[in-house]
């Protein structure tokens, strides 16, 4: 059986001023804002906004349908998630059941997080391997399976 060849792009990208990438990455149809610094083995789909001054660190995955505020830190490994697979299966294909993802500005989120289809106020520290399944309206530390309130900042 032929092996199939993986490519690796960057297309459909716009970039703003002084923006640095280390290869390899799949990024397409997004939006990286000025000041920004993207690590090796990162994803970033259509549709994805990312604010100025963001770093986003090896082997991050940032799915359709997700914004990212300014001055935001991206740990190693987080997954954003935009299927809730509501019908019990993955929506394949079907786009009109995928939610939106808005994280706020100097937002860091910790390595290996899973952010689900949520909102993130401004100034919140999300804790490594942490899972957010609600929406964050006051800034300060969360962490845990689900994500938990834990102190201001």
Do not use: R
Request: charged share 15%; with cysteine.
């Amino acid at each position: 059986m032929p092996l199939k060849e993986l490519t690796i792009a960057i297309k459909d990208v716009e970039f703003g001023e002084n923006v640095t990438i280390v290869q390899p990455v799949n990024l397409y149809g997004c939006n990286i804002g000025n000041h920004c610094f993207i690590g090796p083995f990162v994803e970033i789909q259509k549709q994805v906004k990312v604010g100025d001054y963001c770093k986003i660190q090896s082997h991050s995955f940032i799915c359709e349908l997700v914004t990212i505020g300014k001055h935001c830190f991206i740990g190693h490994g987080v997954m954003f998630i935009n299927d809730l697979f509501a019908n019990g299966s993955p929506a394949s294909g079907d786009k009109s059941l995928w939610k939106t993802t808005t994280i706020g500005n100097h937002v860091s989120i910790g390595s290996n997080a899973t952010i689900l289809p949520i909102s993130i106020c401004d100034n919140v520290v999300i804790g490594a391997g942490a899972v957010v399944t609600k929406n964050i309206t006051k800034p300060g530390i969360y962490a845990g399976n689900p994500a938990k309130f834990l102190k201001e900042v």
